[in-house]
């Protein structure tokens, strides 16, 4: 993997990059301090990951993110900062990590072991992930359809969505249901399905997105309807009268 470290402070630039040196095989191509020297940079050069401030010169971190998010080929960002004020945005920019300073050690090498994780799966060829089932065969250009980036309080979780069971709308938020817990997440339940594989995932009630692969029984219901019983989980999620024909076309009942 190739890496852009972006910081302008040379004592914490200094110390990311040994630290990356130190617990992965990721190469650092470049340092740099200005936000508009970054975008001049990947004009020329493509890398797989930028280690990104928020606090730089010319053009601060997230609008530098919001410009790099349209780009072709999209590198992962991982930001790096004092403050814990920016972390919704950076779930919303859909960043794969979101790491405060000051730096800890032990933190860093479990983003890095993630990350390179993440660009082995990412590139591998579609055949390898045909093993996995077909919930995960997916176009290996795309760094979001298997992965998700989820809120916990300070923190982004980057999370597999075959990992997620599913999720329900509560007001203003989005409840998401996994094996690694519950989280809450500040989109509607139509933004967060969006981000979600079209293959696996269906909005099978207004207030419900279910995983396909994660249903273990279909109970018939009131109105010709179904309640879902997922694996490893109590709860059941509905489906909606207005979606009964569309889930039975794609469960084939």
Partial sequence: MRALIVED?????EELN??????????????????????????????????LDINIPSLDGMMLAHHIGKFATKPYIVFTTAYKE?????????????????????RIAAMLQKLELAFKRD???????????????????SHTDRRINL???DNIIVTDTADIYYAEAQEKVT????????FTMPVSISDFHSRLPEDTFFRCHRSYVVNLSQIREI???????????????????????????????LMRI
């Fill in 175 to 182: 409840k998401v249901y996994t094996n690694n817990g519950e």
């Fill in 86 to 106: 920016h972390a919704a945005e950076a779930f919303e920019l859909e960043a794969f990590d979101y790491i405060l300073k000051p730096y800890d050690e032990k």
């Fill in 18 to 51: 040994y630290l990356i040196q130190e617990h992965s095989q990721i190469e650092v191509v470049d340092r740099l301090e200005d936000g508009l020297d970054v975008l001049k940079f990947l004009q020329e050069q493509e890398v797989d990951v930028i280690f």
């Fill in 123 to 141: 590139h591998a060829p579609v055949e390898q992930h045909a093993e996995d089932g077909p919930a995960t065969l997916v176009d290996t250009n």
């Fill in 151 to 153: 809120l916990r309080n």
């Fill in 9 to 13: 402070e040379i004592l914490a630039s």
């Fill in 219 to 249: 109970v018939p219901w009131f109105n010709n309807t179904y309640l879902l019983r997922l694996r490893d989980l109590e709860a059941e999620v509905p489906v909606s009268r207005g979606k009964v024909k569309e889930f039975r076309q």
